[in-house]
């Protein structure tokens, strides 16, 4: 069996249609996650580590590998979101952890009621919050499982919400929709690009992101 570095397995998990094959120093293609792991193991190991806190700079890169593939891979965005978050950088975290979340995933929208009941990372809003703790004790894929929904969740905004402020968060829990995203920007792109190429993500130097005039 070939013998895979962290780096071709990153590829293998990374790797789009058209992108050039990796191949090994013996000139042998390297075989893709598909081919060489067909119960995605290493998808389920990077995120089962974040969720224990384990965020090195490897799993990391495979992380935001997955989670750059968009929907279908949440539980990295939000495993990504949460490595950000416990290395401080609390505001790209939690837009990964949004992420997730907007798509339906119930563990990213019970952390979305958290952050905004602290403010952490984002704008401290308990009315946002709560809208976010409806949502995940309301969610059908838990509830379609028989998994029942941790309600202390919905407890933590008692007496922090007047009633009209509970209404307006249960109007917004009943309006919401999914919506899942997709890399679009310059930056995306060129990170799901180096993804797929060279098997690893490229944090992006200065002159790869946009300038914009300022209109002031």
Partial sequence: MIALSVIGLVLAACSSGGAARKRDSDGRIIPTLAEQDPTSTLYAKSVSQAAHGECDSEIMDVLT???????????AQMALGQCYIAKGQEAEGAEWVQRAANSGWPDAQKMMATLYLKGQGVDQDPVEGAKWA??????PSLLSLGVQPDVSIVQEFRGSLTSEQNAVADQRASSWVPSYWTPTSVIDRDVRRSCAVEGRHRVPSMPDIESVPNPY
Avoid at 65 to 75: D, I, L, N
Wanted: with cysteine.
């Fill in 65 to 75: 590998c997955f989670a750059y593939r968009g929907h279908g891979y949440e539980g």
């Fill in 134 to 139: 409806k949502l995940y004790t309301r969610n």
